[in-house]
């Protein structure tokens, strides 16, 4: 199978009937079921305002019985990332999401840390939300808004977000981030008709993320950041076809992840992430290890964002 | 009807000098007929602020929590605080009152009354905080549509609305008697809305054996069943912290540390609310120094409850010293944070355990500077949870600051000024005292029970004596 079969989208009309109720179920919905309360309940939410907020989309795209589902995963090669440094310019991983999602200022969706390695000198860390497969922050949500798809991607749905921020306590990779004010976003950006899948236009008062782009996949695309990567140091593929590629070459992902050594972040937690690392601080590319430091990122339509706010983490 | 006949003399024989019994239902009652103007202007101060405290609220609403000092690494901030804060002061009082109704202790009669009030109106804004601290306020009704079972805040909503039922019941049941009193007391000198209100809320109460019979069970069931839920709500309070994987809070102890935490602040919310209704309500002969000093001594047993918490908590954690713990016990003990760590420790632990335990200052007035000392200890500490539990990085990144804006100080003032208004307003609608009780405790006058039985029946006030209870 090819890498381009591989990334195809699911043939059309295929989409499952719906996706929340299935989702609910799932979550165990138990307490919506206290006899006529709960048919109260349904009959709220089935009420015309909230339904068309969030559409039937939520990541299920792919969810089609008797279809193998897709299980996306990341791999990012951390011998291959200097941070940019060799091309001179910001991350490029976290300039490419910002731009292809109108991430508001300051969020960075994919943030390149910079870790201290133990014998001295930074290790770069491109991080992403880590795509947990026991995810704290969907366990804690008191409404659903945030949530795992059956390709295993979690999502928030903006239209349903309280904005309570149990979830950012929760997580333990400080991947989330709060619309705190009026998001900036560019004009063009409210064209876009919303979907948690890429989450613009956002929504003041909720919570956004790193959403792993599963709608590129399905295009045929690579995630903005792993297609943006000058050293491609970052894979994104399917852990059910086994096979995850930088844009460059196809790797087996199972032996690719064994024979160098991969890990995930806080592993002791048993969050089960699907984003995975391969250790390493630039050798790949020659960064000397003891130089440290990033060019700071940019928000290029900060000035075209009218009447919105900006704010620091 | 023998034993009835006891209760039923009250206005008797109008022009005997006033016994003991009518100076109490005088002073209780008193404060339900008059409203001096100083009284309004306080009103008045209240509400101002509250509207102070609204407009601040109004420009959250439009621009977004960018008004306020929290941002993405340290979320959440003084109004999370303050939610922990005031759900604990509830903990005072039902449960104090519980447990003493419980074990039948007679001292603090006079003061159940004042405590059930104080858990009622902490509840009632405590439960505001959360609401305030909305990124969408617009959506909450998504919580009854959308509700997570799973979720550690939906077991807050459960919990607190259960709590905040039960104790309203709580405090109603006992009222009932002293509502039949007032109606019966105030007569026409009263207002005709609170003629209207003490007949509706009496219930009918006569104070036949039937009805003491009910309410006797009655408040048996609740108090009873209102310690476990009293217990549950800050557990599940708690929770909120202690469900995630963040280093400081993500500790087994924290349930019964907030717990502890909640009574302690509750004993001295209460001795503060005493003194100040003492004082202002001329109660100095049905609240002496012996509740002062008995609350005093729960007060200094739950100053060393907390210690032992606090150092299962920081012995534990604090002797393996993990990456987290190590930069937590920094910022707590010697960094940013330890002038209020250190206040906590010794201006809230130890100095009013030191107070209580010498007999020189077990005064009126060293009880209440150690609960004075305590209350204040006891917010520094629900804001050192919140805030330095979110302050430890979680990957490298330089550790966030948070310092609360205008618009939090301002809400938050908002809050006790409501609480403030709460008390001062019901204060007006009931006794503070829960008169029947303590009337029945001490027992009816010797000279006076001699009263002849045929005046009794139809003259039954909303009172009854030790007798009536078989």
Known sequence: ?????????????????????????????????????????????????????????????????????????????????????????????????????????????????????????????????????????????????????????????????????????????????????????????????????????????????????????????????????????????????????????????SRFLAEHSSYRLKEHLGTEPRVFYIPGHGEGVGHDSYRGGRKATQWPWQKRAEGAATWSR | MVALSRAGFTRAAGNVPPSWRERLEGRALRPLATGGPAYFSWLAFLLAVMGWAIYAYSTQVDQGLIVTGMRDRISWGLYIAGFVFFIGISHAGTLLSAILRATKARWQMSITRMAEFITVVALMVGALFPLIDLGRPDRLLHVFLYGRWQSPLLWDVFAITTYLTGSMLYLYLPLVPDFALCRDRLGPTAQRWQRWFFRAASLGWTGTVRQRQALERAMTVMMVVIIPVAVSVHTVVSWIFAMTLRDPVNSTVFGAFFVAGAIFSGIAAIIILMAVLRRLLHLEEYITETQFVNLGYLLGAFTLIMGYMNLSEYVTTGYKMEEGTRFHFQQLMVGPFAGLFWFYIIGGLVIPGLIILRPRTRTIK?????????????????????????????????????????????????????????????????????????????????????????????????????????
Not at chain 1, 194 to 212: I, L, S
Not at chain 2, 377 to 393: C, H, S
Not at chain 2, 434 to 445: A, T, Y
Request: glycine share 10%; net charge neutral; proline share 11%.
């Open chain 2, 366 to 470: 060293g009880i209440v500077t150690a609960a004075v000392l305590v209350l204040v200890a006891m917010w520094i500490e629900r804001y050192l949870i919140v805030v330095t539990g979110f302050r430890v990085p979680l990957m490298p990144y330089q550790p966030a600051d948070y310092l609360p804006t205008w618009v939090e100080w301002s809400v938050l003032g908002g809050a006790f000024a409501l609480f403030a208004f709460l008390i001062s307003v019901f204060g007006k609608l009931f006794p503070v005292i829960s008169v029947w009780e303590v009337v029945e405790h001490r027992g009816p006058e010797p000279s006076r029970s001699k009263a002849p039985a045929e005046e009794a029946p139809h003259r039954m006030t909303g009172t009854m004596s030790e007798g009536g209870i078989p």
């Open chain 1, 1 to 253: 199978m090819t890498n381009r079969e591989m990334l195809s989208p699911p043939p059309a009309g295929a989409v499952p009937k719906s996706g929340r109720r299935r989702f609910l179920k799932s979550l165990g919905s138990g307490v919506l079921a206290l006899g006529s309360l709960g048919a109260l309940v349904g009959a709220a939410r089935r009420g015309p305002g909230i339904e068309n907020g969030s559409a039937p989309h939520e990541g299920v795209h792919a969810a089609v019985p008797g279809k193998r589902l897709r299980r996306w995963a990341m791999v990012i090669d951390l011998r291959q990332c200097d941070g940019c440094q060799s091309v001179d310019k910001p991350p490029q991983c976290t300039q490419a999401c910002i731009e292809g999602h109108f991430a508001p200022e300051p969020m960075q969706w994919i943030e390149v840390y910079e870790g201290e390695l133990p014998g001295g000198g930074v290790q770069f860390i491109p991080t992403p939300c880590q795509q947990c497969q026991n995810p704290p922050c969907v366990n804690v949500c008191p409404v659903a808004a945030t949530f795992s798809t059956p390709e295993g991607v979690v999502l928030i749905d903006q239209d349903r977000c309280i904005g309570c921020r149990i979830c950012m306590e929760a997580c333990p990779y400080d991947r989330r981030f709060f619309n705190w004010g009026q998001p900036p976003q560019p004009p063009e950006a409210l064209f876009v008709e919303y979907d948690p899948e890429h989450q613009t236009p956002a929504r003041k008062g909720t919570v956004m993320k790193c959403n792993f782009c599963p709608h590129l996949a399905r295009a045929g695309r690579l995630p903005y950041c792993a297609r943006a990567c000058p050293n491609n140091a970052i894979y994104y593929g399917d852990l059910e076809e086994d096979l995850a590629t930088n844009g460059r070459e196809v790797v087996r992902l």
